[in-house]
C-alpha cells in the first residue's frame, strides 16, 4: 500500500513537471516569434545639388537609401586647361594699325602704334594683332595714295639700331612714295579736310617766322621755309597753318652753327586772337658736332575718324629718322604716338 501510493505520487509529480515546462514553453513561444523594431542605416551622397527621395527595402532591417536628382548638366573632370590669356597695359580690339615710310626702303614701313576705343597705343601693345594685317591703305602730303599688299613683316632683334620702342617692319609687294603713311584695319577709311598749300615765298608766313626766332635768340635769323599748309585742323570752320622752316649752315648734317634751326609752327586763330606755336623743333644758338634733328610735315589724315585731322611730323638725323604723331587738344597739338631710330 505505501509502495502503491509512492509510485502514485512520483506519477503526479512527473505530470506536474510535464505540465509546468508546457506551460512556459507557450508563454515562451511569442517572444521568439516577435518581429524586432527596424535599425536604419542611411548611406549620404554628396553632391552639388540634389533632391532627396526616400524609398524602404522590404526586409526586417529597413534601410532608407537617398538618390541624388541632379538639375546641372556640368560633367566635372579631373583637371581644366584654362584659355589664354593676353594682357596689356591697354586691352583691346585694334581699330587700326599706323605706319610709316622713310625716304630710304621704299619697299617697307616701320610700325608706329594702334588706334582703339579712344586709345593710341604704342607698338609693344599693339604688334601682337598683326594677324589683321592683309593689304595698307597709303597717304602721303602730296595727295598721292593707294593700296598695297602685305607681304611680310617682322621684329627687328639686332644690335644696330636704337629706338625708343620695340622696332617693327612691314614689307609691301611695290614702291611706296617717299615717306608715306600705311593704315591697316580702319573703318570707315580716314578722311581729311581740304588742304590748301601756299607759297614758302609768303611774305606774311615769312615774317611770323622771322619774329617766332628773335624771340627765341636769333637776332638776324636766315628764314627758309620749305612748307606752308593750310588746312582747318578741328573742322570748326576755322583754318589753322602749319609752316615747316629749316636752316642749317652745314648741309652734310654733321655739325651745327650759330643760328641753325628746325621747325614745325602752328598759325592759329582762336576768337579774336591769332599765336604762332611751336609743335616741335630746336634751335642753336652756337658751333658744335652736334647731329641736329630735321623736322617736316608728313602728312594730315584724320586716322581715327573723329572729324579732327592729325598732324604726322617726320624726323630726319644723320643715320636716323622717325615720325611723331599729333592730334589737336584744346587748340594745342599734342603728342600721342612717337617712333624714332638711329644707329
Known sequence: MIALKKKAYYWIFVVGAISFLLSSCQLLAPEQGRIPNPTFTI?????PTFSPVLTATPTSTLIPTIIPTFTSTLTPTATQTPLPIISHEHSFSPSGLIFVGDHYNTHSMTFLGGYSEGAW????ESSSYFNILN???YYSLDGVQGSKIVTDFEKDIGPVSHCNHELFWVSVDSELPPSAVGLSGFEPPPSSGAIESLSPENETYRQFV???LIEQGVPTPNVQIERILRVDLENDGVDEVLIEASHFADDTGHSISHGSYSLILLRKVSGNNASTQLVVGDIYNEEGDTLPYEYFLQALIDVNSDGKTEVFVGIKRW???GTILYEMKENILVEVLRMFCHL
Open 210 to 212: 622771322r619774329e617766332y
Open 43 to 47: 548611406t549620404q551622397v554628396q553632391q
Open 121 to 124: 597705343l604704342i607698338p609693344e
Open 319 to 321: 643715320e636716323g629718322d
Open 135 to 137: 593689304t595698307l591703305d
